[in-house]
């Protein structure tokens, strides 16, 4: 279980007119069950990137408390992974070797590190790109591989920042696709962020509205949608159309209230 407890974060900046602050997160309250799907939606600069970094130890806050399955959470550890929004492979590093990488911090003989980055490489379709570089694969692949990565230190919880955001149209369909089968198989927590309201309720149990900076939460709804999700039954399921639209209309609400 994750907990974010009224958790706040100011960025301090040390500019020309000496030091300014910027609140990026206000008394964020969210709780997330074991093997949960949620996702994240509100407005660029809201903060979302922060809570994440936040979750996965790597931004300290100044205020309230992360709880991971009731201990508090003071770094990175190897119970979370993130995909970040960029892809973030290392350009010269293969496939396989970037996927190792996130391996090569636990104390695993090198063969184990090699097998193991190829049995996740082959669960995200890239195992005959293994020795191929990042820049000769395309965007979709390059977020599998990043995705890959995070899963190969079978991680609990996995961190998603917008993974999909810079792909087509298909091949986001495909990805989405791809990764609750993933999500419905290996039994993790995942905490999504993305711009796409479609894209939130398709894949969620729940999804939060975030309100613009400082990001607060707006709202939490349940997405009351069957599972397996079949892309095409479920977009033209009435409650589908009913809640993007609500959605929308709280993320509008949410910037109308701000300004
Ligand atoms: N390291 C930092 N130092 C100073 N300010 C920062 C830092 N990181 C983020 N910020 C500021 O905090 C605010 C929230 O940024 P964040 O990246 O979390 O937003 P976001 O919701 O992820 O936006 P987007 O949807 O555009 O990705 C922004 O105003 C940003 O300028
Ligand atoms: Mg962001």
């Known amino acids: 279980m994750v907990e974010v407890q009224r958790v706040s974060k100011t ?18 309250t969210i709780s997330i069950r074991e093997k949960e799907f949620v996702s994240i939606i509100g407005p660029s600069g809201c903060g979302k990137t922060t809570l994440l970094k936040i979750i996965d130890g790597l931004t300290p806050y100044d205020g309230g408390e992360i709880l991971i399955n009731g201990k508090k959470v003071t770094g990175p550890g190897p119970d979370r992974a993130v995909v970040f929004q960029t892809f973030a492979l290392l350009p010269w590093r293969t496939v396989l070797a970037n996927v190792e990488f996130s391996l090569e911090l636990r104390q695993l003989p090198r063969e184990q590190r090699t097998a193991t980055a190829r049995d996740y490489l082959k669960r995200v379709g890239l195992a005959d790109f293994e020795n191929h570089y990042p820049h000769e694969l395309s965007g979709g692949m390059q977020q599998r591989a990043g995705l890959a990565r995070a899963l190969a230190v079978n991680p609990s919880i ?7 955001g810079s792909v087509d149209a298909q091949t986001r369909q495909l990805l ?11 039994q993790k927590t995942v905490i999504f962020i993305t711009h796409s309201m479609d894209e939130a309720v398709y ?13 607060r939460v707006a709202e939490i709804l349940d997405v009351p949608l069957p599972r397996p999700r079949i892309p095409d039954v479920v977009r033209r399921d009435p409650k589908f159309v009913d809640l993007t639209n609500y959605i929308w209309d709280s993320l509008k609400k949410a910037m109308e209230n701000h300004h």
């Open 203 to 215: 894949l969620a149990d729940r999804v939060v509205v975030m309100t613009p900076r400082p990001g």
């Open 176 to 186: 989405q696709e791809e990764l609750l089968e993933l999500w419905q198989r290996e």
């Open 158 to 164: 996995l961190l998603m920042d917008e993974p999909f």
């Open 11 to 28: 960025f301090q900046r040390i500019g020309k007119n000496g030091a300014t602050e910027l609140k990026a997160l206000s008394d964020v």
